[in-house]
């Protein structure tokens, strides 16, 4: 029974029909790669225009600049749709979820790369974007009335969330009934990774939250396209009704990818501290479900300033404030692992720490935002936009760059270089703090989100040049780390069969890269095993 | 949470069925609406759903016979799974009539909204109740004849199960001609934009029942069944069938 890969040689067939999780795993991380490149040069350009008061690049300033507001459309669709989500619970979940209960595959292999075909004609849809004349201008939000008045087309935008919301359902089912039916004879579910259980809470949120989004994008269409009234006051419609029904799925949808994120950061903390999750259970039970409970009832606050009573907002804020009790436990429980650890500092550990920051930041800032006496001063203001990066952005994304490091051995057989990943982390790290941290000092003076032209606050302009020099330090170490993988994928050299002595099942059991069926023998673990057993 | 011990091929799985299931869905459904609707050219329309309905035919086919020959990692897995996905189907519909509650309980005294017909009617929905209901029951016993290996019991009550399911969707066409004839189209008010919506969901979630049904009876002509994707087939159409109650209870007679 031969495991190895190298005998096969490459099959453009096994790669395209494959039903492999492993494959749609790598099919996922490189679909949500090309989305993070595109939607990361419109960022540049947001940046680039943002950098002087006039016009800067945008080149239809006679006709209002639209062409700016495709680009914070596809910038924030691609980054949340096309490369948050898909990256975590598509690329991290489909490759090492399996692996880590000891499983072949998932339950339904043709059911998983459905997933991901329809993740790829939802980027498709995305793209398009660039090759019509009416691109979508209408953010990643599409709030009415003004997505139903444009000229521009909102039915691609509606497509694009109905085919990636469509593949995460069907993952989500996939993954939940893998976990609950074929975990390897023997494990509890306390002795679950902690990666596997972030992406069961993020899949139970998946499956419940995103109908709802289905449903709220699909009347903006039909309002568009087939003349109804859902958000039309003027017919006895509600024009606040589709933020509520959008914020209803998109505010957990900051929990879908919060929590593979930290789970992924619990895996590589665990691993370079060498020390059980401390708290376990309380992280589990209370921090992720916990999660899971309070998502579905806060996202109100996203409406504050819409226009609400007083007792929903209030009630709102007390909601919104309670979500640090399950977010403090996490917290809790990933500086308990670390504390008195063998911690060493390979790159997927920098990538690690430097998320620990980037949510203790992400996260402070988060508190006035959720204070009603604060948020009507700070709503709309850089300071949100500054806010929701880092803890959204920048941490989910440093997360993902942590788990193709960390897990880059596994999938390829080779290390990743060492120099180059660190250098590229460097610049990444800095780059990101140089670009939002001055956001939040303009955005508490008033400087406003999503403006192209700010020449009513010129004070502002010296900042908005900083943050432009932080983003292209980004986009060198963006580079340095993709060119990174790529130099380290072809002639990286071989790695060792368990180079960060991790005593996960997926280091552990199974060969690297792993083969068809992953594990040579049948994996069973016995009552004491645990993901974390470091003899401490 | 056990596996099965059997010998596991160790070469890469692979099946076409879901790219091409889903480059027909592509082009059968946000190509063709977009070409129709939103740049209404009717030629690039009809050729991208000339392109996208035998794709999707072909994929389904495809996979249907792979998943009535090809043995899965787990026996019987698929009525656990069933259940998982219904609870996001239940909150699509949750998402419709929530929006129709808000819009409706706001509303006031202005309810029912200028436009709609002084008298709906109300006989036509309890006789798509009586239909609906009964194609569960007949689908209940295609599948005690099923369980006693009786295929050809099994084939003709799922077939009466489907021609009930028809005029079911007859009804609904009926119920639309007439409506649209009166002046009382998805674009009139608030009412009939929650009207269609909510009915044409519900009719869709029908058709897709038919299709399902189709693919469990094509194979079963040739003596080919699957008791656990006969039993998903009929969990599927229960669940069409309890909506049905809301949707009659909500909009029809409320």
């Given at each position: 029974?031969?495991?190895?890969?190298?005998?096969?040689?490459?099959?453009?067939?096994?790669?395209?029909?494959?039903?492999?999780?492993?494959?749609?795993?790598?099919?996922?991380?490189?679909?949500?790669?090309?989305?993070?490149?595109?939607?990361?040069?419109?960022?540049?350009?947001?940046?680039?225009?943002?950098?002087?008061?006039?016009?800067?690049?945008?080149?239809?300033?006679?006709?209002?600049?639209?062409?700016?507001?495709?680009?914070?459309?596809?910038?924030?669709?691609?980054?949340?749709?096309?490369?948050?989500?898909?990256?975590?619970?598509?690329?991290?979940?489909?490759?090492?979820?399996?692996?880590?209960?000891?499983?072949?595959?998932?339950?339904?292999?043709?059911?998983?790369?459905?997933?991901?075909?329809?993740?790829?004609?939802?980027?498709?849809?995305?793209?398009?974007?660039?090759?019509?004349?009416?691109?979508?201008?209408?953010?990643?939000?599409?709030?009415?009335?003004?997505?139903?008045?444009?000229?521009?087309?909102?039915?691609?935008?509606?497509?694009?969330?109905?085919?990636?919301?469509?593949?995460?359902?069907?993952?989500?089912?996939?993954?939940?009934?893998?976990?609950?039916?074929?975990?390897?004879?023997?494990?509890?579910?306390?002795?679950?990774?902690?990666?596997?259980?972030?992406?069961?809470?993020?899949?139970?949120?998946?499956?419940?939250?995103?109908?709802?989004?289905?449903?709220?994008?699909?009347?903006?269409?039909?309002?568009?396209?087939?003349?109804?009234?859902?958000?039309?006051?003027?017919?006895?419609?509600?024009?606040?009704?589709?933020?509520?029904?959008?914020?209803?799925?998109?505010?957990?949808?900051?929990?879908?990818?919060?929590?593979?994120?930290?789970?992924?950061?619990?895996?590589?903390?665990?691993?370079?501290?060498?020390?059980?999750?401390?708290?376990?259970?309380?992280?589990?039970?209370?921090?992720?479900?916990?999660?899971?409970?309070?998502?579905?009832?806060?996202?109100?606050?996203?409406?504050?300033?819409?226009?609400?009573?007083?007792?929903?907002?209030?009630?709102?804020?007390?909601?919104?404030?309670?979500?640090?009790?399950?977010?403090?436990?996490?917290?809790?429980?990933?500086?308990?692992?670390?504390?008195?650890?063998?911690?060493?500092?390979?790159?997927?550990?920098?990538?690690?720490?430097?998320?620990?920051?980037?949510?203790?930041?992400?996260?402070?800032?988060?508190?006035?935002?959720?204070?009603?006496?604060?948020?009507?001063?700070?709503?709309?203001?850089?300071?949100?936009?500054?806010?929701?990066?880092?803890?959204?952005?920048?941490?989910?994304?440093?997360?993902?760059?942590?788990?193709?490091?960390?897990?880059?051995?596994?999938?390829?057989?080779?290390?990743?270089?060492?120099?180059?990943?660190?250098?590229?982390?460097?610049?990444?790290?800095?780059?990101?703090?140089?670009?939002?941290?001055?956001?939040?000092?303009?955005?508490?003076?008033?400087?406003?989100?999503?403006?192209?032209?700010?020449?009513?606050?010129?004070?502002?302009?010296?900042?908005?040049?900083?943050?432009?020099?932080?983003?292209?330090?980004?986009?060198?170490?963006?580079?340095?780390?993709?060119?990174?993988?790529?130099?380290?994928?072809?002639?990286?050299?071989?790695?060792?069969?368990?180079?960060?002595?991790?005593?996960?099942?997926?280091?552990?059991?199974?060969?690297?890269?792993?083969?068809?069926?992953?594990?040579?023998?049948?994996?069973?673990?016995?009552?004491?095993?645990?993901?974390?057993?470091?003899?401490? | 949470?056990?596996?099965?011990?059997?010998?596991?091929?160790?070469?890469?799985?692979?099946?076409?069925?879901?790219?091409?299931?889903?480059?027909?869905?592509?082009?059968?459904?946000?190509?063709?609406?977009?070409?129709?609707?939103?740049?209404?050219?009717?030629?690039?329309?009809?050729?991208?759903?000339?392109?996208?309905?035998?794709?999707?035919?072909?994929?389904?086919?495809?996979?249907?016979?792979?998943?009535?020959?090809?043995?899965?990692?787990?026996?019987?897995?698929?009525?656990?799974?069933?259940?998982?996905?219904?609870?996001?189907?239940?909150?699509?519909?949750?998402?419709?009539?929530?929006?129709?509650?808000?819009?409706?309980?706001?509303?006031?005294?202005?309810?029912?909204?200028?436009?709609?017909?002084?008298?709906?009617?109300?006989?036509?929905?309890?006789?798509?109740t009586?239909l609906l209901v009964s194609s569960s029951l007949t689908y209940h016993v295609a599948e005690?004849?099923?369980?006693?290996?009786?295929?050809?019991?099994?084939?003709?009550?799922?077939?009466?199960t489907?021609?009930l399911g028809?005029?079911?969707?007859?009804?609904?066409?009926?119920?639309?001609?007439?409506?649209?004839?009166?002046?009382?189209?998805?674009?009139?008010?608030?009412?009939?934009?929650?009207?269609?919506?909510?009915?044409?969901?519900?009719?869709?979630?029908?058709?897709?029942g038919?299709?399902?049904?189709?693919?469990?009876?094509?194979?079963?002509?040739?003596?080919?069944?699957?008791?656990?994707?006969?039993?998903?087939?009929g969990l599927y159409w229960h669940f069409v069938d309890v909506?049905w109650?809301?949707?009659?209870?909500?909009?029809?007679?409320?």
């Amino acid at each position: 029974m031969k495991m190895s890969t190298e005998s096969h040689g490459f099959s453009l067939k096994e790669w395209v029909f494959t039903t492999d999780h492993k494959r749609i795993g790598v099919l996922y991380l490189i679909g949500s790669i090309a989305a993070f490149a595109v939607a990361g040069i419109m960022a540049i350009m947001i940046r680039i225009e943002q950098s002087s008061l006039g016009p800067t690049l945008v080149a239809d300033v006679a006709t209002g600049g639209n062409q700016y507001n495709v680009w914070l459309y596809f910038h924030g669709a691609a980054m949340i749709l096309g490369f948050l989500i898909p990256g975590l619970t598509g690329f991290a979940a489909n490759y090492f979820l399996p692996l880590m209960i000891g499983a072949k595959d998932v339950a339904f292999p043709r059911v998983n790369a459905f997933s991901v075909w329809l993740f790829y004609a939802g980027i498709i849809m995305a793209l398009l974007t660039f090759v019509v004349s009416d691109a979508p201008d209408v953010m990643w939000t599409g709030y009415p009335p003004y997505s139903v008045l444009t000229s521009g087309n909102t039915a691609f935008y509606v497509f694009t969330v109905h085919l990636l919301g469509f593949a995460s359902i069907l993952g989500a089912v996939n993954f939940l009934v893998t976990v609950i039916y074929m975990r390897a004879p023997g494990m509890g579910w306390n002795q679950l990774n902690m990666f596997v259980w972030s992406t069961v809470t993020a899949f139970v949120i998946q499956l419940v939250f995103v109908p709802v989004l289905a449903a709220a994008v699909t009347m903006l269409l039909f309002d568009k396209y087939l003349g109804t009234h859902f958000f039309d006051p003027s017919q006895g419609g509600d024009v606040l009704l589709y933020q509520n029904l959008f914020w209803f799925y998109s505010h957990p949808a900051v929990y879908v990818i919060l929590l593979p994120a930290l789970g992924i950061l619990f895996e590589i903390i665990a691993t370079f501290s060498k020390n059980p999750i401390f708290n376990y259970k309380a992280a589990v039970y209370g921090g992720m479900w916990g999660i899971v409970l309070i998502a579905g009832e806060v996202w109100v606050h996203h409406l504050y300033i819409s226009g609400m009573p007083d007792w929903i907002r209030i009630g709102q804020m007390v909601s919104t404030l309670m979500i640090s009790v399950p977010v403090g436990l996490l917290a809790i429980s990933m500086f308990g692992t670390l504390y008195r650890g063998a911690i060493t500092y390979a790159t997927p550990m920098k990538y690690a720490t430097a998320c620990l920051f980037l949510f203790l930041i992400g996260g402070l800032t988060g508190i006035p935002l959720a204070m009603t006496v604060m948020t009507v001063h700070l709503s709309e203001t850089s300071f949100v936009h500054a806010h929701f990066h880092y803890i959204m952005g920048i941490f989910a994304t440093f997360a993902v760059f942590a788990a193709v490091y960390y897990w880059f051995p596994k999938m390829t057989g080779k290390m990743p270089g060492k120099k180059l990943g660190d250098l590229g982390f460097w610049f990444n790290f800095i780059g990101v703090n140089v670009t939002f941290f001055p956001l939040f000092l303009i955005g508490v003076q008033g400087m406003p989100r999503r403006y192209w032209n700010y020449e009513m606050f010129p004070q502002f302009e010296p900042i908005h040049k900083i943050a432009m020099l932080g983003a292209l330090i980004v986009a060198v170490g963006m580079f340095l780390t993709i060119l990174n993988w790529i130099i380290s994928a072809i002639g990286g050299e071989k790695a060792p069969a368990n180079p960060w002595k991790s005593v996960s099942l997926e280091w552990t059991h199974c060969p690297n890269p792993p083969g068809p069926g992953n594990f040579p023998k049948d994996v069973t673990v016995s009552a004491d095993w645990t993901p974390y057993n470091y003899g401490r | 949470m056990s596996h099965s011990t059997t010998e596991h091929a160790h070469h890469w799985e692979v099946s076409w069925a879901p790219l091409v299931l889903t480059a027909g869905i592509l082009f059968l459904v946000p190509l063709t609406f977009a070409a129709w609707f939103v740049y209404q050219n009717h030629l690039y329309a009809m050729v991208f759903a000339g392109i996208g309905t035998p794709l999707l035919l072909l994929g389904v086919s495809k996979w249907v016979s792979e998943g009535l020959s090809h043995k899965p990692l787990l026996e019987g897995v698929s009525p656990k799974a069933l259940p998982i996905f219904i609870i996001s189907e239940v909150f699509i519909f949750l998402g419709l009539f929530s929006s129709y509650w808000a819009m409706r309980l706001s509303a006031g005294d202005h309810w029912p909204p200028a436009g709609t017909p002084a008298e709906m009617n109300l006989v036509l929905p309890l006789v798509m109740t009586v239909l609906l209901v009964s194609s569960s029951l007949t689908y209940h016993v295609a599948e005690h004849k099923l369980d006693h290996h009786d295929i050809g019991g099994f084939r003709s009550w799922l077939m009466i199960t489907i021609v009930l399911g028809l005029l079911f969707l007859g009804c609904t066409i009926y119920e639309y001609n007439h409506l649209l004839h009166i002046g009382f189209g998805p674009s009139t008010n608030a009412y009939s934009t929650a009207f269609y919506s909510i009915t044409g969901f519900h009719a869709s979630h029908v058709i897709v029942g038919l299709g399902i049904f189709l693919a469990v009876l094509i194979p079963a002509m040739a003596g080919k069944t699957n008791k656990y994707f006969a039993f998903c087939a009929g969990l599927y159409w229960h669940f069409v069938d309890v909506v049905w109650f809301f949707v009659a209870t909500q909009v029809y007679y409320w």
